[in-house]
């Protein structure tokens, strides 16, 4: 079950990274083709500060992206890892209760007789505790007797 869901988070983070880099590859494009228009217009007018203030905040925008895109990416890693520590940890567990009903079954006791012993218990409690709650009742019967 957990392979099934680190399956599907490695599906999904393929394909944001598909959608991250084909967005990057546009961005790039457009701001390429931004700077050769500014070249151009620089050459024509010779004032392009206001285009050179959108490349900048362009490539903030991109580097931002990419911080984002850096930070799914240890997300992600970080999910992977915490799942597969909890499926070693299921694994020691399941391995320490075959363990513990091995031992049970070589010293010969077996489930039907632990249910045994447990009930046996129980019944033994109800039984003292009984022998108590009457024991007190005889106690307070005979202290107003003799008061």
């Known amino acids: 079950m957990l392979s099934i869901k680190v399956e599907q988070l490695s599906e999904e983070v393929e394909s944001l990274k ?3 880099d ?7 494009k457009r701001i390429l083709e931004a700077k050769e228009r500014a070249e151009l217009f620089e050459r024509a007018n010779g004032e392009s500060s206001h ?19 850096r930070m ?3 997300a992600f890693e970080t999910g992977v890892a915490i799942l597969h ?13 075959r363990k513990a009903l091995d031992v049970l079954n070589t010293v010969g006791l077996s489930n039907s007789v632990l249910k045994l012993i ?4 129980r019944v033994d409690k109800r039984i003292a505790y ?5 024991t007190v009742v005889l106690m307070v019967a005979f202290w107003r007797w003799t008061h």
């Open 51 to 69: 285009v050179l203030q959108i490349f900048d905040d362009e490539a903030q925008a991109m580097q931002s992206a990419r911080s984002s895109s």
């Open 18 to 20: 598909e959608t991250l």
């Open 85 to 97: 520590k909890y499926s070693d940890q299921r694994d020691r567990l399941k391995s320490a209760q």
């Open 130 to 134: 009984g022998g108590m709650i009457i």
């Open 72 to 74: 799914l990416d240890e």
């Open 118 to 121: 447990e009930k046996r218990h």
């Open 22 to 28: 084909k967005h990057s590859l546009r961005q790039r």
